[in-house]
Every structure is written in structure tokens, then in C-alpha cells.
T-cell receptor, first 113, second 114 residues
């Protein structure tokens, strides 16, 4: 069935450094790839998303890249700040099924001051 | 605009009981999805409702069911509770479903089964 693998499960970086989280999906029909951030005790919130007709998307300090051939997509956070500490989830979904997200297992990102 | 509202926020049940969770989507949103979040399995899709019809379903047993009302509010029910049903149940709404990607999550209902 559909599966999304996410690595690493935990990531610790120094404030100001960059962080990269990688995901691999199995369903070649997937065309929508969002990233959600969940702070401790809070709801998941969308931080960036990308569709399969685009290779890269940027929004200030965060960027997502997609390699459809390899079925990989990655989240890049530059100039990390303490408020970036959270659990990040990648996800994938098929056309006309954007609500049926298959999530990765999550990456706990810790920014060390 | 008010966000997605879920009730109750916390509840404790015993094995064999049933539970009903409620979700009020953002005003104007017609699609409501439910997810189960556990430390071991992460976030897993339960089902999605759009215009009172179940449009998608995840791989959960028939003990998990849901419905959507004409005002887009949704409920999910879990019957014959098992210990493994202990989880955070998240509801998410989106405007129309389909191509519109962003899901707006509620704070969740944390269910503990003893």
C-alpha cells in the first residue's frame, strides 16, 4: 500500500545552522506533498507544500524540493531559530484525494541555542 | 474566523465502551477528515466526509465510523473500545476537498482507554 518513509526521526542542530529532513513515497500516483509542523501539545499546521508539476518551492527560510523520478522530497530550513523546534511531518496524497494524506513518522527537530 | 473545534478535548473510557467525538469545521469548509495520532503509528487517516458523504476511508476496522451533518459538522464513533484505541483523534477541515490541499486541524480529542 501507500507508504511514506521519513528520516531522520530526530535531528538536533545549532541555532543559525540549516536542517534537512527527507521523505520517500511509494505511490507513484501521488501528486501533492505537504509538510506540517506540530509544536508540543499543539495542532499540526501546514508550513509549505509542493505539487508534482514543480521541482522546488521556497517561502522565506523554508524550502521544499521534489524528485519525482526518485520519489523523494525534502524540507530545508535555513538560519534555524529556537521557535523552529517542533515535530515535522511530511505527507503525500493522490489527485482528488488531498484530504487522504499518508504521513511520514515525523522528525523531532531541536534547535540548540 | 473561528478555527476547527473538537469536543471533548479529553476523555477516559474503559474497554468495551463506545465513544463519540465531535468536530465543527471552519465556517464554509465542507470537507472534514479524521486522523488518529499515536506515538507508535504516527498520523493515520481514518475517513473523510464531504457534503454528508464518506468520500475516502482508511484502513481501520468497522468499529470506527463517522458521519457528517448538513451543517458540515462531523462526528466519529468508536465502538467496543480496545486499549490500542488510546490516541489523539484529530479532525481537519478544508474548503472544498479535492485539489485544495491545506488541512486545518483542530486541537484534537485525547482518548484514554483503560
Amino acid at each position: 500500500g501507500e507508504n511514506v518513509e521519513q528520516h531522520p526521526s530526530t535531528l538536533s542542530v545549532q541555532e543559525g545552522d540549516s536542517a534537512v529532513i527527507k521523505c520517500t513515497y511509494s505511490d507513484s500516483a501521488s501528486n501533492y506533498f505537504p509538510w506540517y509542523k506540530q509544536e508540543l501539545g499543539k495542532r499540526p499546521q501546514l508550513i509549505i507544500d509542493i505539487r508534482s508539476n514543480v521541482g522546488e518551492k521556497k517561502d522565506q527560510r523554508i524550502a521544499v524540493t521534489l524528485n519525482k523520478t526518485a520519489k523523494h522530497f525534502s524540507l530545508h530550513i535555513t538560519e534555524t531559530q529556537p521557535e523552529d523546534s517542533a515535530v515535522y511531518f511530511c505527507a503525500a496524497s493522490r489527485p482528488q484525494g488531498a484530504q487522504k494524506l499518508v504521513f511520514g513518522q515525523g522528525t523531532r527537530l531541536t534547535i540548540n541555542p | 474566523k473561528a478555527g476547527v473545534t473538537q469536543t471533548p478535548r479529553y476523555l477516559i473510557k474503559t474497554r468495551g465502551q463506545q465513544v463519540t467525538l465531535s468536530c465543527s469545521p471552519i465556517s464554509g469548509h465542507r470537507s472534514v477528515s479524521w486522523y488518529q495520532q499515536t506515538p507508535g503509528q504516527g498520523l493515520q487517516f481514518l475517513f473523510e466526509y464531504f457534503s454528508e458523504t464518506q468520500r475516502n476511508k482508511g484502513n481501520f476496522p468497522g468499529r470506527f465510523s463517522g458521519r457528517q451533518f448538513s451543517n458540515s459538522r462531523s462526528e466519529m464513533n468508536v465502538s467496543t473500545l480496545e486499549l490500542g484505541d488510546s490516541a489523539l483523534y484529530l479532525c481537519a477541515s478544508s474548503p472544498t476537498g479535492g485539489k485544495d490541499g491545506e488541512l486545518f486541524f483542530g486541537e484534537g480529542s485525547r482518548l484514554t482507554v483503560l
